[in-house]
Every structure is written in C-alpha cells, then in structure tokens.
C-alpha cells in the first residue's frame, strides 16, 4: 500500500515535467468563429493549451503593404480569409496570395509556447507556404507592420514548404518553441523564390495543426507542491514508526 502510494505520488510529480501534445482539429464545434465581420477570431483550448486565430493580410496604407486584419470563415472542416481588398468567392475565402497584390496569413497566439510540428490543409491551390515563430513577447502587430520589417521585428523564418498537398499533414521541422506563430501563403519576407516555390499564386484552408507543450498543464504546481509534501509526511511518518 505505501509503495504503490509512493509511487503515485512520484508519477504525479514527474508527469509535471513531461512534454504534451495537442492535436487541433478546426473541424470540430470547438472550433467556431467567436464573431462575424473583420477582425474576427478562433479561441480554441485542446489540452489545457488556449489558441487565439486571426487573420491578416496587408491591404493597409496608401501602398497597400501594411497588415490589417480580415474576416476568418469556416468552409466544413477549413479555415479561410476574406481580406479587405477581396469578395466571398472562390479562391479569394481562402488563405491566398491570388489577386490584388495581398499575402493573407494566419497569427496563432497560444498562452503557453508550444512547438509548432505539423499542419494539415482541408484545400490548396499551388500550396508555397511558409511558418515563422515570434522571438519573445509579442506586443501584437501596428499599423506600421508590413512583409519588408517583419524579420527585423523579432520573426524568425521555420520554414519554406512547396506544393503543400491535403493528403497528409506537413511537417514543419520546427525546433523552436514560442507562444506566438504565423502560417502563410509563401511570402519572400521567409525566403527567395525556388523553382516551384514561387509567388502570388497559393491559397489554402488550414484543418488542422499539431504542437507540442513542454509541461503537462493539468496538474498546476500548488497541486504538486500539495502532492510531494503529502508524500514527505508519509516517509516521516513511516520512518518515526520504525
Ligand atoms: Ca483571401
Ligand atoms: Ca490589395
Ligand atoms: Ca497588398
Ligand atoms: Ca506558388
């Protein structure tokens, strides 16, 4: 009775260190929009993990570079964007760099850092796409942000992916952690054009992501704390009976 005691208690307190992984899956109810119109979001929690979703474009300023955002949609078990400059039609609802001039993208801000692994898409066109992490806290984007400063203000390029398809899910080769992460049509903020990564032409509808949290959040650390005294008391008390 006392060991398997001791050894529930020693379970717990090591599960709070252990890493967790949280599958996203925008196909289900838990994923609906919080609003209707501009500057809408997703808030979605899986695991104890919360993700805010908006989505940007930069159709802003009298060059129409600087980011604003736009109107998330869900398409079945899809996320798309209308952006300002664009209509309700296919494939402007979805996450494109089409027409216009205007790369639509994606800000997931987690409240813990996760490591962004893989993401799925419900649909694609071209599918050239790219994943940056933010280094640090992010204060959120101003009408001063556009593609040309976005490296310099703290964004760190993950990767590049060409032809992205909607058979399986892409796996990113993140190796950073962070709370806040960008999904986007190939933009050449990330990276130079490459044979058949090239600009201006992907959309796509993300279904799904998968990332990884360093800690167990279930168990708080009161709780633990709470746990691993009980245990030292048990120990004590077992000693001094001794
Ligand atoms: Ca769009
Ligand atoms: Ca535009
Ligand atoms: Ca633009
Ligand atoms: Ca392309």
Do not use: C
């Not at 989505?55 to 802003?60: A, I, Q």
């Not at 694609?124 to 640090?136: E, I, K, L, P, W």
């Not at 959120?140 to 992205?164: K, M, P, R």
């Not at 190796?175 to 992907?202: E, H, M, Q, R, V």
Request: proline fraction near 2%; charged fraction near 20%; glycine fraction near 12%.
């Amino acid at each position: 009775m006392f060991k398997k005691s001791l050894l529930i208690i020693i379970s717990l307190f090591a599960g709070s260190a252990m890493a967790g992984t949280e599958t996203w899956d925008f196909g289900t109810a838990d994923a609906a929009l919080d609003s209707w119109g501009m500057g809408n979001s997703i808030t979605m929690n899986v695991g104890g993990v919360e993700l805010v979703i908006s989505g940007w474009s930069d159709t802003g300023g009298s060059s129409d570079n600087r980011f604003e955002t736009g109107q998330l949609m869900k398409y079945g078990n899809g996320i798309g964007l209308i952006n300002r400059d664009e209509g309700d039609n296919d494939p402007n609802h979805s996450i494109d760099s089409r027409y216009s001039n205007d790369y639509d993208f994606l800000l997931l801000e987690f409240d813990t850092a996760v490591r962004l692994d893989e993401f799925g898409l419900s649909w694609r066109m071209d599918g050239d796409m790219s994943v940056a992490s933010y280094n640090g806290d992010f204060a959120g984007f101003d009408s001063s942000s556009t593609w040309a400063n976005l490296i310099s203000s703290g964004w760190e390029t993950t990767g590049n992916y060409n032809n992205v398809g909607t058979s399986s899910y892409q796996a990113t080769g993140a190796s950073t952690y962070s709370k806040t992460w960008l999904i986007s049509t190939f933009n050449a903020a990330f990276g130079t054009p490459d044979g058949g990564l090239d600009l201006g032409d992907d959309g796509f509808k993300l279904k799904g992501l998968v990332t990884t949290s360093p800690q167990l959040t279930q168990v708080s650390e009161p709780t633990v704390l709470l746990i691993f005294s009980l245990g030292l008391v048990m120990l004590f008390g077992r000693a001094r009976r001794r």
